[in-house]
């Protein structure tokens, strides 16, 4: 299985942290962020990475290269201008569904951290789904959540449902037949997943682990401050 990133992001919210360098380059703890998750994925048996890119993208495939310093294979995927998330990922489909268009993949958040066991996802079948996502409990940010966890299956509550919500953690595993009759352009993924979810077609599992949306310049110091006083109890 191969695995995409998405680092195509703009990172107003990390002004001015990303006046001159993308989102996905900013250090967490002695290293970038999209590192900690190239080297999770190597560790994890996901050696075939795509990456796509827009802005100040030519800087993130000047400090990552190749891949083959962090032992795996990187193809990127530039944007002129970033695509959203699902015109991103449609864009790159040729590069991560197979010779047929057929091969699930594994799909990471770039500004998100876990320190989740990414192989968990090498196990994860589709069968007749379109999608499986990740879901962890509810952030400050984000109180409300996004969708429920009902037997395995996600789905898209409505305004009127008072039913717990859980919030999508930025870590899926999605079929490249979620897009079909799309175009491309600029497009969220995020109704895409919606309306494969009123098919239920979304399965979905909770992920009980440390999770960060990396989103601000104070979320981005709390996780770097979190990582250096666990490397430091470590020695």
């Known amino acids: 299985m191969k695995a995409m990133i998405l680092a ?20 967490v703890a002695g290293k970038s962020l999209i590192v900690h998750h190239i080297e999770k994925l190597v560790a994890a ?58 091969k699930p993949f594994l799909l990471v958040n770039g500004d998100v951290w876990t320190d989740w066991d990414y192989r968990s996802a090498h196990d994860i079948t589709l069968d007749t789904g379109l999608g499986w996502l990740w879901l962890v409990d509810n952030p400050e940010h984000n109180p409300d959540g996004d969708f429920i966890l009902q037997d395995g ?11 717990p919500r859980l919030t999508f953690s930025g870590i899926s595993v999605l079929h490249p037949q979620l897009f079909n009759g799309c175009q491309p352009g600029k497009f969220a ?44 109890a470590v020695l």
């Open 8 to 27: 195509a992001g703009r990172g107003t919210r990390m002004a001015p942290l990303t006046d001159q360098c993308p989102k996905p380059l900013l250090p």
């Open 45 to 102: 048996g996901f050696t075939e990475l795509v990456i796509n890119h827009a802005y100040l993208g030519h800087k993130i495939e000047q400090q990552l290269g190749d891949g083959r310093a962090f032992g795996a294979s990187i193809e990127y995927s530039p944007e002129t201008e970033a695509l959203e998330t699902g015109g991103g990922i449609f864009r790159a489909l040729p590069r991560l569904g197979g010779d047929q268009g057929d």
């Open 153 to 163: 299956k996600v789905i898209n509550p409505s305004a009127a449902d008072d039913t």
């Open 189 to 232: 993924l995020a109704p895409l997943l919606r309306q494969a979810m009123e098919r239920q077609q979304i399965l979905g599992q909770y992920l009980n682990n440390d999770w960060v949306d990396v989103g601000t310049p104070q979320r981005l110091a709390a996780l770097d401050a979190k990582l250096r006083q666990q490397k430091t």
